[in-house]
């Protein structure tokens, strides 16, 4: 296998998670990097857990991302096909060939009769596992004479094929991020290998599909770590080459200290109120908010951890509370996180089929492609000089696989901002201008003021709607103005100065260095501090002491809109 190449496989049973954008992401960034190719593969077997439109979600998820595949489902390629539902006869035909190896064996065992001898190890304090230890004591073709076998098939009986583990065999296995490891094959099971159905498993399918497609390096989530051993044997079996493997830490839930606040408690209080008598249906929804509010209100003390500790003099409800916390707030980021703390998990809006319930994306959120992508290749990866804002080409230039972390990457919702902010300020005021336009603001108002709007605020910009947001005052006329600055700007004498300076603005050219000039010569004329002026004139503009310079903001709305907002302030405070 001389040429790299990788494969990004999903499962179409839901929307592309952070975890699954960051995996695609450094297939593609290793791929590019050594001059490879990426193929996108969608492993449908799972049809109990099919999502309706989950697969056209993820192509236009990695399409926003700017992580374009160089064969998939849409676009082919000359190992198509790339949905595993339409390789059927491949698998078969590999089926058969595993079966007359030593293996591989066909297993009757029914559901039932299998939930039975759960039963008896459990009654007996063990746990039962399908296994070199327990196989020739089950109904399968070890056990079986060929006779018995072939009547059983003859008759229709339904079967799966297991993966015969060999004993006592010690793997040495090899992960180009985790290093050298060693499993013995006496605590591994007898995996299924094709389900009843005729279908594989993911463990069978996946294998015959990277040989197939030549899969040089396979780079996976860590929970595919314990399967190491069982796909190195799978190789070994089918007298394949293995490729490269590289498993990726979790990432991880973010500090909640950095998301609760007196804003947002009561929200988040009621959603882990919620997913918590949901799970302990015996407590009320009352008691159990109570508590868990009186946690969050300590979020950010120092002592919040150590109030999640066991405690003899818990009551039920209390002890119950804090286990379900503890495990609420660490561990793997997951969907419920994003639902329940108001930040996004997925990169595009998803729509449920089943409930209609929309969970917010990213791109919906008003991120940017490239500050998302440049916030996902950090959890996890560190490039050199521990620089932070990259493009995804020097991503490609940069990457290395052997620099990606062991430990797991935290989240950060305030860092995923950060990066926006950043990328906001890189965009070209032209570009920001294109964003706004195609968005579903009402911005009413000339093209060229636009532009000039956009050069004025996006510096304070996290979002693109934050130009629109911060710089509503440009858009529409105040309706109120701030009682704080109210009493700070204006005084008994402020009205006349402003009715005398509105009537110096009928004959001023309105350009910003024209009307800078006019506003220092009016209060060095009248004797008043540049204050005096300034600030209640920002006040009637604005409706707060608050935007760019008050010049900038008088040429933009205009002669006749300036006039008239400093007039109306002027009613507004006799």
């Not at 293996?103 to 039932?112: G, H, N, P, V």
């Not at 929804?285 to 999640?308: G, N, Y």
């Not at 109120?480 to 204006?490: T, V």
């Not at 800078?516 to 002026?533: P, S, T, Y």
């Amino acid at each position: 296998m001389e040429k790299v190449r990788v494969r990004f496989a999903p499962s179409p049973t839901g929307p592309l998670h952070l975890g699954g954008v960051r995996t695609a992401l450094y297939d593609y960034l290793f791929a590019k990097n050594q001059g490879g190719e990426f193929v996108l593969r969608i492993e449908d077997t799972d049809t109990a857990r099919y999502v309706e439109g989950a697969e056209e979600y993820i192509e236009e998820a990695l399409e926003w991302c700017g992580i374009i595949p160089d064969e998939s489902p849409k676009k082919g390629g000359k190992f198509a096909p790339y949905r595993q539902s339409e390789r059927r006869d491949i698998y078969d035909r590999y089926t058969e060939q595993i079966l007359k190896t030593d293996y591989a064996y066909i297993a009757f065992d029914t559901a039932e009769e299998l939930d039975v001898i759960r039963a008896e190890y459990e009654a007996k304090g063990d746990v039962f596992s399908y296994d070199n230890k327990t196989r020739n004591r089950l109904k399968n073709s070890l056990t079986l004479s060929e006779e018995e076998v072939q009547k059983l098939l003859d008759e229709k009986t339904p079967y799966v094929v297991r993966f015969k583990m060999p004993i006592d065999r010690t793997l040495n296995l090899v992960d180009i991020i985790r290093g050298n490891s060693s499993v013995n094959t006496n605590t591994l099971d007898d995996k299924v290998l094709v389900k009843n159905d005729g279908m594989p498993t993911y463990h069978f399918a996946n294998i015959i599909d990277d040989h197939e497609m030549e899969i040089s390096h396979v780079i996976r989530g860590e929970e595919w770590l314990p399967s190491l051993g069982l796909h190195t044997l799978l190789y070994e079996a089918m007298a394949w080459e293995a490729p490269e493997f590289a498993h990726l830490s979790l990432i991880l839930k973010p500090d909640v200290a950095t998301l609760i606040n007196k804003d947002n408690i009561d929200s988040i209080t009621k959603s882990f109120t919620e997913e918590f008598v949901m799970k302990n249906n015996k407590f009320s929804f009352d008691e159990s908010a109570v508590i868990i509010k009186s946690f969050f209100s300590e979020v950010k003390s120092p002592r919040f951890k150590s109030m999640l500790g066991e405690n003899d003099k818990d009551n039920e409800i209390t002890a119950s509370v804090k286990q379900f916390l503890k495990k609420g707030l660490s561990g793997k980021l997951s969907k419920r996180d994003g639902d329940k703390f108001g930040f996004p998990v997925f990169p595009l809006n998803f729509t449920d089929p089943a409930t209609g319930n929309v969970s917010k994306g990213y791109r919906e959120s008003g991120y940017l492609p490239e500050a998302f992508i440049n916030m996902v290749a950090l959890l996890g990866w560190s490039p050199a000089d521990d620089k932070e804002i990259l493009p995804l080409e020097d991503m490609v230039k940069e990457f290395d696989l052997h620099k990606v972390h062991k430990a797991g990457a935290r989240f950060s919702k305030e860092k995923s901002e950060w990066f926006n902010h950043q990328y906001i300020q890189l965009k070209s005021d032209e570009e920001l201008f294109q964003i706004l336009k195609n968005s579903d603001l009402n911005l009413n108002i000339e093209d060229e003021k636009l532009l000039k709007i956009i050069h004025l605020m996006k510096e304070r910009a996290t979002f693109p709607k934050d130009i629109y947001e911060n710089g509503k005052f440009f858009f529409e006329a105040p309706t109120s103005y701030d009682e704080k600055a109210s009493k700070k700007a204006w005084n008994d004498e402020t009205s006349n100065i402003l009715s005398e300076f509105a009537t110096t603005l009928e004959s001023t050219e309105f350009t910003s260095e024209t009307l800078k000039q006019a506003i220092h010569d009016f209060a060095e004329n009248k004797g008043l501090g540049m204050g005096k002026v300034m600030m209640p004139l920002r006040l009637a503009l604005v409706g707060e002491l608050k935007g760019p310079d008050v010049p900038d903001i008088l040429e933009i709305i205009g002669k006749q809109e300036s006039i008239a907002r400093i007039n109306n302030a002027v009613n507004n405070f006799k």
